[in-house]
């Protein structure tokens, strides 16, 4: 993977890249009205159903009458989302720990992480840069190449380790690099696991009434998030120094 260059005379302006090209306007603004019929939808379904959404057991009853395509479709919902982005991944697994509890919701939602990474990983590659490029700006490419060239695999596991960071982005990107996609695929399985069980640990305490708990640990992931971006560079480097 190669780098690419930095012009010194890009403004502030040109340097913001959220709305510089067509196809990004257009993705913030379908990604926008998915989020508006959601708002949308979820008010209408909480006002007509609001005792039955509130009631934790009787939705999960609700659920369980479906059999084998409840849990099928919490995992297709997750491995579209990995692909087609139109839903927050954190999202499904609260939802998962919420209708199916701790351990079930996690297994349903990392079945359905494994099949959508593995395809972003299989499209980037079969498809390239310039397919990767019209969803990823310039400089959020050229910052993750210089990452993933000082670090390799174990840099894509920090990455995938760290809670709110744009874990499907990151699948696409790194089907970019040399790294087989079986070692892809274990990565972003191992890394991604512990914030999904937090999620769905997170729909459960909802689930049971906990909402003091479930507060904290937003708090506690949200603090953790932010802590592990801002220094993940020196995890890295730590965890290489550990492994050498």
């Not at 906990?210 to 971006?229: E, P, R």
Request: glycine share 12%; net charge positive; proline share 5%.
């Amino acid at each position: 993977m190669s780098g690419r260059g930095e012009r010194t005379d890009a403004t502030p302006t040109e340097r913001s890249r959220l709305f510089a090209s067509p196809h990004a306007r257009r993705r913030v603004a379908v990604h926008a009205f998915v989020l508006c019929l959601l708002f949308v939808g979820a008010a209408v379904l909480f006002r007509r159903h609001a005792a039955f959404l509130t009631d934790a057991e009787a939705a999960r009853a609700y659920v369980r009458g479906f059999g084998v395509w409840a849990p099928l479709v919490l995992i297709s919902l997750q491995a579209l989302q990995i692909v087609l982005a139109p839903i927050p991944g954190q999202v499904l697994g609260a939802v998962g720990g919420y209708l199916f509890g701790p351990w079930l919701g996690t297994l349903y939602n990392m079945i359905g992480i494994t099949i959508g990474s593995t395809a972003a990983f299989w499209l980037s590659r079969r498809f390239g840069r310039s397919y990767v490029e019209r969803m990823i700006d310039d400089d959020a490419l050229a910052t993750f190449d210089t990452f993933v060239e000082q670090r390799g695999l174990l840099s894509l596991f920090v990455l995938f380790l760290i809670p709110g960071l744009p874990d499907d982005i990151l699948c696409f990107l790194g089907g970019l690099t040399p790294i087989p996609i079986r070692k892809l695929v274990v990565v972003a399985i191992v890394g991604r696991t512990p914030a999904f069980f937090l999620a769905n640990v997170f729909g459960d305490l909802l689930a049971t009434g906990d909402i003091g708990a479930a507060l904290g640990l937003l708090v506690l992931v949200g603090g953790l998030s932010l802590f592990g971006y801002l220094n993940r560079k020196r995890i890295t480097r730590a965890l290489d120094g550990w492994l050498q």
